[in-house]
């Protein structure tokens, strides 16, 4: 059974930066993704990554500011997120996908996910 554990979480001011990490309870063999659900919205892709490391994805509204990452040895994924802005205010996920492709951005596509973190940004 994977676990995924996010940390890194917080509170900061717009134009700040955070480093989200999510650790796995055993090694992932697959892309690794994030994603991200603020209040009243459906949960939405943020970026993803291939186990090789390469061909990170990203949305359009995270493209530039945010940077996926990870460390197979450590069984981790970072999400580096600068230049933060109020509307990136979110709980933001973790998630192992079936499938090895980065451009997989659906939810249903990714079948384990960690309990998130929230992010919150002030203005």
């Known amino acids: 059974q994977v676990q995924l554990v996010e940390s890194g979480g917080g509170l900061v001011q717009a134009g700040g930066s955070l480093r989200l990490t999510c650790a796995a309870s055993?090694?992932?063999?697959?892309?690794m993704g994030w994603f991200r659900q603020a209040p009243g919205k459906e949960r939405e892709f943020v970026a993803a990554?291939?186990?090789?490391?390469?061909?990170?994805n990203y949305a359009d509204s995270v493209k530039g500011r945010f940077t996926i990452s990870r460390d197979n040895s450590k069984n981790t994924v970072y999400l580096q997120m600068n230049s933060l802005k109020p509307e990136d205010t979110a709980v933001y996920y973790c998630?192992?996908?079936?499938?090895?492709?980065?451009?997989?951005?659906?939810?249903?596509?990714?079948?384990?996910w960690g309990q998130g973190t929230q992010v919150t940004v002030s203005s």
């Open positions: 055993v090694r992932i063999f697959s892309t």
């Open positions: 998630a192992v996908s079936s499938f090895p492709s980065s451009s997989t951005q659906q939810p249903r596509q990714y079948p384990y």
């Open positions: 990554i291939m186990w090789s490391g390469g061909s990170p």
